[in-house]
């Protein structure tokens, strides 16, 4: 059974069931998710399209049907008793669903920690009592675990398996119609309905600036699966700016970019390893955000940033995301060459960091272990 609240949870599951059905082709898989695990052929019995929402009042807002997604799953564990419980991300609803499913000895394997090395490290316990075995994304996160002798594997990053462009930069250039002379930047407001409406016009806007200022000038919209085409042409028919928007193939129009504005998360990872110049940006509701400051003890959000320890990627949080800021730092990573050079030798650093891969592969292993 595998539980998965948000878009990224739903593509890393479905790598996991399709490398599991490699090992075990009479493997059954039901549960919670969106399209891509559907695709792998995992049985959807609740679509977590409606309940992917980041932050303290955004989950408020959709609390009740929160709560009815984790009743019907609390009942699935009960009436279907699987044999495993894969837990992936989505931390604090898979938290319960791992308890009530441990109480009834189901045994979980939770997929991707929470980050208890920017807040909350004492959560360590408090999963390590709901599970049977964490698997982190991180090499440094697996000290968190031993020190309280609680089960962990490092798996390595997802990211570093999926993120491969499917066509030359050449082809792609052609296919998108994009004019390889002149600059290309791209926007990733996000994959959430809530990102789109709080930080695509804040992008459009800082477009807006950069065309009036770089001749020539492009621009890409790699759309997420999450995001329906009505959402997002609603903003970018306001805009004065022509976006390419390309479904389908975000490694190939992220490939095609000389920088990228992006929201923070794992789409920051995602270009990193493509080692495409960024400048990071994030807008929560006030009150989330101020009780994030309050909570979170680490330098940086950008997870480039984190993996490396330094604040090589600028970060334009809350008040300081405004297209002006935006616009700023993308002509500068566009007119400073050394400055662009400096970036992309760091966004190499981050991909030696994050290892060779494999990530899929090792969470089936370590899921056919504990099945056995």
């Known amino acids: 059974m595998f539980s998965a609240g948000e878009s990224s949870g739903d593509q890393h599951a479905a790598n996991m069931f399709l490398e599991l059905k490699k090992h075990q082709s009479d493997l059954k898989g039901f549960g919670m998710g969106g399209a891509k695990m559907a695709q792998a052929g995992i049985d959807i019995r609740y679509d977590s399209g409606s309940i992917g929402v980041i932050g303290i009042v955004e989950v408020l807002k959709h609390y009740g049907e929160i709560r009815r997604a984790l009743k019907l799953m609390q009942q699935l564990v009960s009436i279907e008793r699987p044999d495993l419980l894969v837990c992936v991300d989505y931390k604090e609803f898979n938290l319960k669903l791992a308890r009530f499913a441990k109480q009834r000895g189901i045994k ?11 807040w909350r490290p004492g959560r360590v316990k408090t999963y390590g009592k709901a599970i049977d075995m964490m698997a982190v994304i991180f090499p440094f996160e697996t000290a968190y675990y031993d020190a309280e002798n609680i089960p962990v594997r ?28 002149k600059p290309v930047v ?11 409406n709080r930080m695509l016009p804040v992008m459009l806007a800082a477009a807006e600036r950069l065309q009036a200022r770089i001749p020539g000038i492009q621009f890409v919209l790699p759309q997420a699966d999450s995001i329906n085409d009505e959402m997002l042409e609603n903003y ?45 940006t994030y807008k929560l509701a006030s009150l989330t955000y101020w009780l994030g400051r309050w909570l979170v003890n680490t330098a940086f959000i950008g997870l480039p940033n984190i993996v490396l320890g330094k604040g090589f990627i600028k970060e334009l949080i809350q008040h ?11 002509e500068r990573i566009l007119m400073d060459k050394s400055y662009a050079d400096q970036m992309r030798d760091n966004l190499k650093q981050v991909k030696l960091q994050l290892g060779q891969g494999g990530g899929s592969k090792k969470m089936a292993d370590l899921a056919l272990e504990m099945l056995k």
């Open 154 to 181: 490092y798996v390595g990053h997802p990211s570093v398996d999926k993120v491969h462009p499917q066509h030359s930069l050449a082809e792609d250039l052609v296919s998108f119609r994009l004019d390889g002379n």
């Open 108 to 118: 979980v394997l939770f997929y991707v920690s929470p980050q208890v090395w920017a």
């Open 236 to 280: 970018i028919q306001q805009s004065a700016v022509k976006i390419t928007v390309i479904k389908n193939q975000p490694y190939d129009a992220i490939q095609c970019c000389d920088v990228v504005m992006t929201t923070s998360g794992t789409a920051t990872l995602e270009i990193a390893l493509l080692t495409v110049p960024m400048v990071i």
């Open 186 to 196: 791209g926007l990733l407001p996000g994959s959430r309905a809530n990102e789109i």
């Open 320 to 330: 300081e995301a405004t297209a002006e800021n935006l616009a700023e730092e993308i």
